[in-house]
Each structure stands twice: as structure tokens, then as C-alpha cells.
């Protein structure tokens, strides 16, 4: 589409790279029926066509007001629409312009202001959000149902398998994963331990920056990104393969280090391989199925009555990091039968924070969700990313586990 874009923005690297992705939109709206806000809500300023004609206004010169703030801020950052879109439009990247103008023209107040600020002070300090997690899981029994759901129960990394194989990789920890679901980075460890290879942590990690990002505090998440290159570099030089996420949100952060820091001298190249080197889990796996594949053919068989598996595949796996199939196939290598999930591409609703700032929406998203993934009567439900594991299993009768959890135990069978 033509663009004019403003002053202020137009001779800027950002100004420059929304020219571009304007540009390639041609307003199809092949989005708006894979985007969950415009099948919701039915305002087509709630779907991707129309919140990509707020910002260009916006990038034109057009003020924006509390209303255009509102429709950018409704979006789950999904990127569905980005699966969907025949011209290989990066609207995310647009829509990160876009809310950090919006967000310079129209500051917030009140309550939003205090709510947005204390979740970037929190959320992304393993050390104080964990405390706050053990405080909530010790009176979780009396909690009201609202928080109850969101505080799972105390659980343990299990037993840590001894370090000794040649072959290294990193993980993150992360910030609410180690005392929200503390086993899902210990199941990982013993599985990679099965396949002849130790999973450790860097001293000095902390959040990939992905809360930050989205609360529109770019800086922060900068620093956060330059924290963690910093921790795991000398154990890349020192010879490690790969860092490995167990968070597929976080994988998708941490992937997009390079465009995070690509305006940082010190910090772009080491970004670059940073990015380079960063798996999900699943691709892990999938580079070992030969081994994993020996060590499943001497485990037990798995109960018929455990056999039925929901798998919800998060937007971070499938659209963020275009992952598609690779789970799945390696559940149903492990013996687990998949249950159709209708409207698979859809958002659960978790979407970082946004369950805790768009709760109406993001209810009604989990409700839709969980009707999908039970549909089929599975035994358990899995899915790829700590957001959507504590979303769903706040409103699930069934239990909901990480994937890899799954595969760990079938080892230990």
C-alpha cells in the first residue's frame, strides 16, 4: 500500500522497516479469519487489516487517541495472521512500532500505568517473583478462585542426573518457569542425560526479555537480551551446542536477539549467534529421535487408559517460530495417541500478560480452548510453553503438562 510516513519516524531505522512491511500489505484480509479478536469481537478494528490502517495513520502524522491504544492493545500478538498472510507481511514487528508511538503519544494513568509497571518489575526477577509464588502456593487452599488458578501447586525438579557426558547444551531457566513448573527444565535435563548429553544452566540468566518486550519497555528487554549473551557466552566458546528452550515464548525472544539489538555495536554479532544456536526442545529431540527412538523401544508399554493425548501447540511454537508437526511426532513416537484438536491455529488466550491485562477476551479464549482440546476425551492435555501450561491448566478438570514431562516419564517407565 503507499505510505507517506511522518517526519518524526520516517528517516529512523524503525520508520524505515514499518515503510517496508506497509508496503507489502495489500489488504486481502485473509488475517482477519485466523485472527481470535475478529472472530470474538467482529470489529474490524480489532483484526490485523485494521489495526495495520491505525498505525499507518499513526506513522503518517495522525494523533492517536485512547481508542487506537485500546484495539493495539486487544491484539494477543498471536501471529496467526502472519501464518495466514499470502504477502509475507511481519505484522508483528509493525504492531511493536506501532504501540511504542501509541504508547509516547497517549501514556497511560491510574491503575493500567501502576498494573503494566509493577508486571515489569516483577514478573521478570526470578528472585522476587518466586518468592511471591512460594508465598501464594503456601495459602494456595484459601486463596479466591481467581488467584488460585493462577498459582499451581508446589512441585519439584525431580532428581537432577549426575553431569559427565562430552556433549553440552544450555538452558534457560527463565523467570516464573523455576518455581511455577520447576520439572519441566528437570525433565528436560534427564531426557537429554538419556541421549548422552548434559543440560546446564548459566549463573547470571534471567528473563529473555520477552516480558518487558510486550510491555513496551524495549530498553529493558535490551538489557535483559544483553544479561543472558553475556552468562552463556563462555560456555558457547567453551564448546556448547545449543542453548535449548523449554518455553517456545522464550524461544522466540531469544531468536529475534539480532533485530533486538541489531543498533548495538558490542552486542549485534554475539546476538547473531546467540540466535543461531537457540532451539526449541523439540528440535533437540527431533536431531536425536535415532537415540531417543532406542531408548523408547526398551520402556513398558503405556497404559491404554493413559494412550489419549490432547496437544496444544502454542502461538509461539507454530507461528512465531513457524514449528509445526515436530511435538506431535515425537508423543506419537512415544506411544501417545492424539486427539483431533479443532481450530488448532487458534490463541488459548494466555499470551504472556495478557490474560492478567484482557481478562474478559482472554476467558473466553481459554473457555474455547479447553472445549477443543477435551473434545476427544483425552487422558491429559500437553502443550510447548509455561504461559499456555498455567492458562489452561487454571481452568482445566484434566491435567495439563509440558510435553517433555510426557516423554521423561515414558523414559523412566
Same mark, same amino acid.
Given at each position: 500500500?503507499?505510505?507517506?510516513?511522518?517526519?518524526?519516524?520516517?528517516?529512523?531505522?524503525?520508520?524505515?522497516?514499518?515503510?517496508?512491511?506497509?508496503?507489502?500489505?495489500?489488504?486481502?484480509?485473509?488475517?482477519?479469519?485466523?485472527?481470535?479478536?475478529?472472530?470474538?469481537?467482529?470489529?474490524?478494528?480489532?483484526?490485523?487489516?485494521?489495526?495495520?490502517?491505525?498505525?499507518?495513520?499513526?506513522?503518517?502524522?495522525?494523533?492517536?487517541?485512547?481508542?487506537?491504544?485500546?484495539?493495539?492493545?486487544?491484539?494477543?500478538?498471536?501471529?496467526?495472521?502472519?501464518?495466514?498472510?499470502?504477502?509475507?507481511?511481519?505484522?508483528?514487528?509493525?504492531?511493536?512500532?506501532?504501540?511504542?508511538?501509541?504508547?509516547?503519544?497517549?501514556?497511560?494513568?491510574?491503575?493500567?500505568?501502576?498494573?503494566?509497571?509493577?508486571?515489569?518489575?516483577?514478573?521478570?526477577?526470578?528472585?522476587?517473583?518466586?518468592?511471591?509464588?512460594?508465598?501464594?502456593?503456601?495459602?494456595?487452599?484459601?486463596?479466591?478462585?481467581?488467584?488460585?488458578?493462577?498459582?499451581?501447586?508446589?512441585?519439584?525438579?525431580?532428581?537432577?542426573?549426575?553431569?559427565?557426558?562430552?556433549?553440552?547444551?544450555?538452558?534457560?531457566?527463565?523467570?516464573?518457569?523455576?518455581?511455577?513448573?520447576?520439572?519441566?527444565?528437570?525433565?528436560?535435563?534427564?531426557?537429554?542425560?538419556?541421549?548422552?548429553?548434559?543440560?546446564?544452566?548459566?549463573?547470571?540468566?534471567?528473563?529473555?526479555?520477552?516480558?518487558?518486550?510486550?510491555?513496551?519497555?524495549?530498553?529493558?528487554?535490551?538489557?535483559?537480551?544483553?544479561?543472558?549473551?553475556?552468562?552463556?557466552?563462555?560456555?558457547?566458546?567453551?564448546?556448547?551446542?545449543?542453548?535449548?528452550?523449554?518455553?517456545?515464548?522464550?524461544?522466540?525472544?531469544?531468536?529475534?536477539?539480532?533485530?533486538?539489538?541489531?543498533?548495538?555495536?558490542?552486542?549485534?554479532?554475539? *546476538?547473531?549467534?546467540?540466535?543461531? &544456536?537457540?532451539?526449541? %526442545?523439540?528440535?533437540? +529431540?527431533? !536431531?536425536? /529421535?535415532? $537415540?531417543?527412538?532406542?531408548?523408547?523401544?526398551?520402556?513398558?508399554?503405556?497404559?491404554?487408559?493413559?494412550?489419549?493425548?490432547?496437544?496444544?501447540?502454542?502461538?509461539?511454537?507454530?507461528?512465531?517460530?513457524?514449528?509445526?508437526?515436530?511435538?506431535?511426532?515425537?508423543?506419537?513416537?512415544?506411544?501417545?495417541?492424539?486427539?483431533?484438536?479443532?481450530?488448532?491455529?487458534?490463541?488459548?488466550?494466555? *499470551?504472556?500478560?495478557?490474560?492478567? &491485562?484482557?481478562?474478559? %477476551?482472554?476467558?473466553? +479464549?481459554? !473457555?474455547? /480452548?479447553? $472445549?477443543?482440546?477435551?473434545?476427544?476425551?483425552?487422558?491429559?492435555?500437553?502443550?510447548?510453553?509455561?504461559?499456555?501450561?498455567?492458562?489452561?491448566?487454571?481452568?482445566?478438570?484434566?491435567?495439563?503438562?509440558?510435553?517433555?514431562?510426557?516423554?521423561?516419564?515414558?523414559?523412566?517407565?
Amino acid at each position: 500500500m503507499e505510505t507517506h510516513l511522518a517526519d518524526f519516524i520516517r528517516d529512523t531505522t524503525a520508520g524505515r522497516e514499518a515503510e517496508s512491511i506497509l508496503r507489502a500489505c495489500v489488504h486481502c484480509g485473509f488475517c482477519t479469519a485466523t485472527c481470535p479478536t475478529y472472530q470474538l469481537l467482529g470489529d474490524e478494528l480489532d483484526g490485523p487489516r485494521g489495526r495495520i490502517y491505525l498505525i499507518k495513520q499513526v506513522l503518517e502524522g495522525a494523533e492517536p487517541t485512547e481508542k487506537t491504544r485500546l484495539h493495539l492493545d486487544r491484539c494477543l500478538t498471536c501471529r496467526a495472521c502472519e501464518s495466514t498472510c499470502p504477502s509475507g507481511v511481519h505484522y508483528s514487528r509493525l504492531l511493536d512500532i506501532g504501540r511504542e508511538v501509541v504508547e509516547r503519544k497517549v501514556p497511560r494513568k491510574g491503575g493500567p500505568a501502576v498494573m503494566r509497571h509493577a508486571l515489569r518489575e516483577l514478573l521478570p526477577r526470578p528472585a522476587l517473583f518466586g518468592t511471591a509464588m512460594r508465598l501464594g502456593q503456601m495459602v494456595r487452599l484459601v486463596l479466591p478462585p481467581v488467584l488460585k488458578a493462577k498459582v499451581p501447586p508446589i512441585t519439584s525438579a525431580g532428581v537432577s542426573p549426575r553431569p559427565g557426558h562430552a556433549r553440552q547444551m544450555i538452558a534457560l531457566a527463565g523467570c516464573a518457569q523455576p518455581s511455577m513448573y520447576p520439572n519441566i527444565n528437570g525433565s528436560a535435563r534427564r531426557v537429554l542425560h538419556a541421549l548422552g548429553i548434559d543440560l546446564v544452566e548459566a549463573r547470571g540468566t534471567g528473563c529473555c526479555g520477552a516480558v518487558r518486550f510486550h510491555l513496551n519497555e524495549a530498553e529493558g528487554a535490551r538489557d535483559d537480551a544483553r544479561r543472558n549473551i553475556d552468562a552463556w557466552w563462555p560456555l558457547i566458546e567453551a564448546g556448547a551446542e545449543a542453548i535449548v528452550m523449554t518455553a517456545s515464548a522464550c524461544g522466540v525472544q531469544v531468536k529475534d536477539y539480532p533485530h533486538l539489538l541489531q543498533e548495538d555495536s558490542a552486542y549485534a554479532e554475539k *546476538a547473531k549467534r546467540i540466535a543461531a &544456536l537457540t532451539r526449541d %526442545i523439540g528440535e533437540i +529431540l527431533t !536431531a536425536e /529421535k535415532s $537415540a531417543l527412538a532406542r531408548r523408547l523401544e526398551q520402556c513398558s508399554p503405556l497404559p491404554v487408559g493413559e494412550k489419549k493425548l490432547a496437544f496444544h501447540s502454542p502461538c509461539t511454537l507454530q507461528h512465531g517460530q513457524q514449528i509445526r508437526g515436530v511435538v506431535e511426532s515425537l508423543l506419537m513416537a512415544a506411544g501417545y495417541e492424539l486427539t483431533p484438536v479443532a481450530d488448532g491455529h487458534l490463541c488459548c488466550g494466555s *499470551a504472556g500478560t495478557y490474560s492478567i &491485562l484482557q481478562p474478559e %477476551i482472554s476467558g473466553k +479464549l481459554q !473457555a474455547n /480452548k479447553l $472445549a477443543a482440546l477435551t473434545a476427544g476425551q483425552p487422558a491429559a492435555i500437553a502443550s510447548a510453553n509455561i504461559g499456555c501450561i498455567a492458562h489452561l491448566a487454571g481452568a482445566s478438570e484434566i491435567p495439563v503438562r509440558h510435553w517433555i514431562e510426557l516423554i521423561d516419564a515414558r523414559l523412566m517407565a
